[in-house]
T-cell receptor
C-alpha cells in the first residue's frame, strides 16, 4: 500500500549545526507535503509545506526540498537550537480535499 | 482566534464506560479530523468531516463515532471504552485546501 516513512527514528545534532531530516513517500500521485514539529505534551505544529509544482521552499531557518523523481522530501534546519528539539513528522496528501497521511516521526535531539 | 480547542485534557475511564471528546474551532474551517497517536505508530486518522452534516471513516474508525452538526464542533464518542483505546487523541481542522492545524490533545487512559 501507499505509505509515508522516515529513514531514521532519531537524529542527534550539535547546537549551531544544520539539521537535515529526511522522508520518503511512495505515492507518486501525492501533490502536497507538509512538515510538523511536535514538542513533548503538545499537538503537532505546522512548520512548512510545499506543493508538487515546487522543488524548494524556504521559511525562517527552515527549508523544505522535494525530489519527485525519487519521491523524497527533506527538512533542513539552519543553526539548530535547543528549542528545535522535538519530534518531526512529514505528511502528504493527494489533492486539495484529500486526507493527510503521516509518517511515524523522527526525534531531533540538540546537544548543547 | 482560539484556534482548535479540545476538552478534556486528561481522562481516565474504566472498560465499558462511554465518553465524548470535545473539539471546537473558531476559524470557520470546513475540514475537521480526529487522530490518535500511539508510540511508534505516528498519527492515525480515525474519522474526518469535510463540512457540517458530512462525516467519513479514516484508517482506524472502529469503536468511535462522530457527528458534525455545526461547522465549529466535531465531537468524538467512545460508546464502550476498551484498553486498546488508551492513546492521545488530536483534533485538527483546515480550510479545504489550506494548512491543517492541531489542537493540544486529550490523553485518555482506559483501565
Amino acid at each position: 500500500g501507499e505509505n509515508v516513512g522516515l529513514h531514521l527514528p532519531t537524529l542527534s545534532v550539535q547546537e549551531g549545526d544544520n539539521s537535515i531530516i529526511n522522508c520518503a513517500y511512495s505515492n507518486s500521485a501525492s501533490d502536497y507535503f507538509i512538515w510538523y514539529k511536535q514538542e513533548s505534551g503538545k499537538g503537532p505544529q505546522f512548520i512548512i509545506d510545499i506543493r508538487s509544482n515546487m522543488d524548494k521552499r524556504q521559511g525562517q531557518r527552515v527549508t523544505v526540498l522535494l525530489n519527485k523523481t525519487v519521491k523524497h522530501l527533506s527538512l533542513q534546519i539552519a543553526a539548530t537550537q535547543p528549542g528545535d528539539s522535538a519530534v518531526y513528522f512529514c505528511a502528504e496528501s493527494t489533492g486539495a480535499n484529500s486526507k493527510l497521511t503521516f509518517g511515524k516521526g523522527i526525534t531531533l535531539s540538540v546537544r548543547p | 482566534n482560539a484556534g482548535v480547542t479540545q476538552t478534556p485534557k486528561f481522562q481516565v475511564l474504566k472498560t465499558g464506560q462511554s465518553m465524548t471528546l470535545q473539539c471546537a474551532q473558531d476559524m470557520n474551517h470546513e475540514y475537521m479530523s480526529w487522530y490518535r497517536q500511539d508510540p511508534g505508530m505516528g498519527l492515525r486518522l480515525i474519522h474526518y468531516s469535510v463540512g457540517a452534516g458530512i462525516t467519513d471513516q479514516g484508517e482506524v474508525p472502529n469503536g468511535y463515532n462522530v457527528s458534525r452538526s455545526t461547522t465549529e464542533d466535531f465531537p468524538l464518542r467512545l460508546l464502550s471504552a476498551a484498553p486498546s483505546q488508551t492513546s492521545v487523541y488530536f483534533c485538527a481542522s483546515r480550510r479545504t485546501s489550506g494548512t491543517q492545524y492541531f489542537g493540544p490533545g486529550t490523553r485518555l487512559l482506559v483501565l
